[in-house]
């Protein structure tokens, strides 16, 4: 058999992540600002000689902010992420972990458009072979995020990848992703024409 491989979708420009950072570094820097006009003028110690917890808060807040920037600075640098080789089906759906599915975990890959947002959907076999990443809570971000939608067509499926955070077409992306899979791995379109 001639071909790649593996392959790996082009991700697109991550204008959400970056526009998530933007707010939050926004709202943090007008978090320390109110703080540090608040009690910048504090004194180190009180008149009882004590400590004053209070000139240190602005501080805090510095090292607060800093420490909450983390999930946004990790989600425009580790961005989701779909690869497929013979073997497995590797996906980040977030910016927490990249999650290797072997083929003979997964049940189905469906292409579906929900709440007029498209998604890569994946089911995974129920079973003893519990080779791979199991999905924990944290990759399983986006398809909570659809279970909250009206639609319940999302129903079921293990982890979600959305389609946005990708260049190309849909009908491409799930094409190349059919050259790798097995038979017994149902592949399904269900957007729109």
Request: charge should be positive; glycine fraction near 8%; proline fraction near 7%.
């Amino acid at each position: 058999m001639a071909g790649p491989e593996r392959i790996e979708w082009r991700r697109s420009f991550p204008s959400r992540a970056l526009v998530s950072l933007a707010w939050y570094v926004l709202s943090a820097a007008l978090a320390v600002g109110l703080v540090r006009g608040f009690f910048a003028d504090e004194p180190d110690v009180l008149p009882s000689g004590a400590n004053n917890p209070l000139a240190d808060l602005p501080m805090w807040t510095v090292a607060l902010a800093a420490v909450g920037a983390t999930p946004f600075v990790l989600a425009v640098v580790r961005r989701p992420r779909v690869g497929a080789n013979h073997f497995a089906l590797t996906l980040r759906p977030g910016w927490v972990r990249t999650l290797v599915l072997p083929w003979s975990r997964v049940a189905q890959v469906a292409l579906m458009d929900v709440g007029g947002e498209r998604y890569l959907l994946v089911r995974l076999r129920a079973g003893l072979d519990r080779t791979g990443t199991n999905p924990g809570w944290l990759d399983q971000n986006v398809v909570r995020e659809l279970s909250k939608t009206p639609s319940k067509r999302a129903r079921g499926f293990d982890v979600a990848v959305r389609l946005r955070d990708f260049t190309g077409t849909s009908d491409g992306r799930l094409a190349a992703l059919a050259a790798f899979a097995p038979d017994q791995v149902l592949i399904a379109n269900h957007l729109p024409l």
